[in-house]
C-alpha cells in the first residue's frame, strides 16, 4: 500500500508554476531542521520517515512546513528532548501571548 | 498525529493515523505556527539548539541561491576538462567553487541534442539546495511529484518548454542521499561570451530541466 508521500505516477492536476517567499515562520522551521540535523540529533532520513508517517489525513491536509513542524514536534517527544505535556502547555502560552498581541488574529485572517 | 490541536490527549505516541484530520475552521495554518513556535521556545531554553545557531543558519541558507549552480554550469560549458569532471564526480568538482556537500552524493547530468535530463524527488523534497539554495514550491508539489515522472513532456509543457518527439526525457528521482544537477546545453549565440556573462543567463529551472536556456535576442 502507498504511503501518503508515494504520489509518483498518480495525477493531482496541473503543475502550478507558482512560488512564494518563504515566511519567517517557515525559515525558522527549516532552519531548527538543518541546525539539529547538523547536530546529528535528527537525520535527514528520520526526519523522511516521521513525516512519511504522518498517515494521510494530516499529510494530505497540511503544507510543507506545517508537516514539518509535526514532524519536529514528534520527533523531540520520540527521542524525550520533549514531553508532549511541555508542549501542549507551551502552545497555549503562545496563544495566549499572540491574542495578547493581536497577532493571532492578523495571521488568521492570513 | 497527536500533536494536532484538537488530539484527545490520550499522549498515545502511534496514533498517527487516528481519524479526526484538521477541519477548516480550526485555524489549523495559525496552529501549526503557533506549534513551530512553541517547540522553537522549548529547544532553546533546554538548549538543545541556540537562538543564535538558528538565525546563523536562516542567514546561511538565504544567502545560497541558484547563482552558485549556474557558476559551476557556466564553468562546464566554458572549461571541457572541468567538465568531464563534474560529470566524473560531482562532489568533487563543486569543491572546486568551496561547495562542500559531504553527506549527500551529488550527479550532475548533462542534456544534448538527443537527451533532455528532468529532476524530482518523488517521495518528498531532496533537491541540491547547496547549489540552487531551497526548492520552488511546484518541485514540493504533488502535482509535479506525480506526473512528471509518468508524462514528463506534458509537464514540461505546463512551463512552456517543448520537447521534439526525438530527444529522449530521462527523469531523475532524487533521495535523500542522491541529488541531481543539470547541466543544459549552452544555447547558440553565446560563442564569445565570459563565464561571468553565461551564468546570469542560467537559470534555476534549467538546472532543475524543466526549462531550455533560451538563445539570446540580439
Known amino acids: 500500500m502507498r504511503g501518503p508521500h508515494d504520489v509518483g505516477g498518480l495525477d493531482f492536476g496541473p503543475v502550478e508554476n507558482a512560488t512564494h517567499d518563504l515566511t519567517l515562520w517557515e ?10 540535523g547538523a547536530k546529528g540529533i535528527v537525520s535527514t532520513h528520520e526526519n523522511r520517515r516521521t513525516i512519511e508517517q504522518l498517515g494521510h489525513d494530516v499529510y494530505d491536509t497540511l503544507n510543507y512546513y506545517e508537516r514539518w513542524t509535526a514532524s519536529l514536534a514528534r520527533q523531540m517527544i ?33 | ?48 539548539v541556540a537562538a543564535d545557531e538558528v538565525r546563523r543558519m536562516i ?21 571541457p576538462a572541468f567538465k568531464a569532471r563534474l560529470l566524473k564526480d560531482a562532489n568533487a568538482a563543486v ?10 552524493h551529488l550527479v550532475a547530468v548533462e542534456n544534448t541534442e538527443n537527451l533532455h535530463n528532468v529532476v524530482v524527488c518523488t517521495l518528498c523534497s531532496c533537491y541540491p539546495r547547496d547549489l540552487l539554495g531551497l526548492p520552488p514550491s511546484w518541485y514540493k508539489s504533488k502535482a509535479y511529484r506525480a506526473r512528471v515522472v509518468s508524462e514528463p513532456r506534458a509537464v514540461l509543457e505546463e512551463f512552456g518548454t517543448s520537447l521534439s518527439d526525438n530527444v529522449e526525457v530521462r527523469v531523475h528521482d532524487s533521495t535523500a542521499d542522491m541529488r541531481y544537477l543539470v547541466v543544459p546545453r549552452r544555447p547558440a549565440g553565446t560563442e564569445g561570451m565570459s563565464q561571468d556573462a553565461l551564468a546570469s543567463i542560467i537559470t534555476r529551472d534549467t538546472m532543475i530541466g524543466v526549462a531550455v536556456v533560451e538563445p539570446l535576442q540580439n
Open chain 1, 27 to 36: 525559515k525558522q522551521i527549516d532552519a531548527i531542521r538543518a541546525v539539529i
Open chain 1, 78 to 110: 520520540d527521542k524525550g528532548i520533549l514531553t508532549q505535556d511541555e508542549i501542549d502547555a507551551r502552545v497555549v502560552q503562545v496563544r495566549q501571548r499572540l491574542a495578547d498581541t493581536g497577532e493571532l488574529e492578523l495571521k488568521e485572517g492570513a
Open chain 2, 1 to 48: 498525529m497527536s500533536t494536532h490541536e484538537h488530539h484527545d490527549h490520550d499522549h498515545d505516541h502511534h496514533d498517527h493515523d487516528h481519524n479526526s484530520p484538521p477541519q477548516p475552521d480550526d485555524k489549523v495554518h495559525s496552529y501549526y505556527q503557533i506549534l513551530g513556535t512553541a517547540v522553537k521556545e522549548l529547544l532553546i531554553e533546554k538548549g538543545v
Open chain 2, 59 to 79: 542567514e546561511r541558507r538565504d544567502s545560497i541561491t541558484p547563482a552558485n549552480g549556474a557558476k559551476v554550469v557556466a564553468r562546464a560549458w566554458t572549461d
Open chain 2, 95 to 104: 569543491q572546486e567553487f568551496g561547495i562542500d556537500m559531504p553527506t549527500t
